[in-house]
């Protein structure tokens, strides 16, 4: 996927002035790079992935501020308060135990903040995305905490089916 592809599936209406995320999972940054192209200056995002060296590629807009965090995004204490929002893209689908990790991640969100993610349209596991989630699934899931879910656009994927983006909010 290119980064014209990446900020066309993610974008969606955002606050004028600076707000605070973090990419979970965020591997080489395909995706954190196209959120920093739309969020505002002085904007935040913290770039979290458990691999050092796909950390080392990771890279946005002068004008945002990145910070690398190595660490299981899965495993580990998350160290976030008061998020504007977390971005999961080709990230959900890793955690086995949706119900306990979604409440750790609730933790880290201010009161309006929301998740922004990007999952293949499938339910179907294969050993590149073990516990697949489709967009249909992850509006019920989400419906059982009371959050609404909506979908933004949706891509053919190269690996069959579609990729889809998603946000998640009160």
């Avoid at 209406?13 to 995706?31: K, R």
């Avoid at 516990?131 to 656009?153: A, G, V």
Wanted: with cysteine.
């Amino acid at each position: 996927m290119q980064l014209k592809e990446a900020i066309s599936l993610i974008q969606h209406e955002l606050p004028e002035h600076a707000t605070v995320w973090a990419d979970l999972g965020c591997g080489d940054g395909l995706f954190t790079n196209a959120l920093s192209q739309l969020l505002a200056d002085d904007s935040l995002i913290y770039a979290v992935d458990k691999s050092n060296n796909a950390l080392k590629h990771v890279a946005v807009r002068e004008e945002i501020k990145l910070e690398k965090l190595a660490l299981d995004f899965v495993k580990d204490v998350l160290p976030f308060k008061n998020l504007s929002g977390i971005l999961m893209a080709n990230a959900f689908h890793f955690v086995k135990d949706k119900d306990a990790f979604i409440q750790k991640v609730f933790s880290c969100l201010n009161e309006n903040g929301y998740l922004l993610m990007v999952e293949y349209n499938s339910d179907i596991a294969n050993m590149w995305v073990p516990y697949p989630i489709s967009f249909k699934n992850l509006k019920s899931f989400f419906e059982t905490y009371e959050w609404k879910t909506r979908k933004l656009n949706e891509l053919p994927s190269r690996f069959g089916s579609s990729m889809y983006s998603a946000i998640i909010s009160k």
